[in-house]
């Protein structure tokens, strides 16, 4: 299987569309968290102006600049997921946010495709010149856990945030 990081395109703009659309079903139906959030911050069908909004480049309000990749199935041009990796960390960020934010589409999860992705989003980070990447996942994410250790990650802790949730804050040393 072919599997890589690519920026977006209008290629794959009805490809976004499906994926997207079916991770918001998957929310309202089983309350689950859309990741990374970066993907969703914006109207896809809009889709000149989410291509435009996609990645941050403000350093205002908190914010930081950032890249998106979405993971590409080759073989089939099937989006599978994405990964949001932020440039630097505030303080907010080092707590609950990380350098990575990253999902992979409902339909094909739990086949190995985070810790691809994963693997491929520290390729980039090395080339942000972020050799030290703090990954943040949800203690009862068993899966995104295990993804993050199967690249290196190790537990520094965890962290309770003001919803009640605990939080695994993960580093990995590049």
């Known amino acids: 299987m072919a599997l890589k990081l690519i920026k977006l395109t209008e290629e794959y703009k009805d490809e976004l569309i499906g994926m997207i659309e079916e991770w918001r079903a998957d929310q309202e139906q089983n309350h689950t968290d859309c990741s990374p959030w970066a993907i969703f911050r914006n109207d896809c069908h809009d889709f000149e102006h989410y291509l435009e ?6 350093t205002t309000g908190g914010w930081v600049p950032d890249s ?4 590409l199935d080759d073989e ?11 440039h630097y960390l505030t303080d907010a960020l080092l707590k609950d946010g990380g350098h990575i934010g ?3 589409r409902p339909s094909e999860r739990r086949k190995g ?20 990447v703090l990954m943040i996942c949800n203690k009862d994410n068993i899966g995104s856990a295990r993804s993050i250790i199967r690249n290196g990650g ?12 605990v939080l695994q804050r993960y580093w990995i040393q590049q």
């Open 53 to 58: 909004h996609l990645e941050n480049k403000s």
């Open 68 to 71: 998106v990749f979405f993971l």
């Open 76 to 86: 089939r041009n099937r989006l599978l997921g994405a990964v949001n990796i932020r």
């Open 102 to 104: 990253d999902g992979i």
């Open 113 to 132: 495709y985070a810790t691809k992705m994963i693997h491929l989003a520290l390729e980039e980070c090395r080339k942000l010149g972020i050799d030290r």
């Open 154 to 165: 190790v537990l520094e802790n965890e962290i309770t945030d003001p919803d009640g949730s």
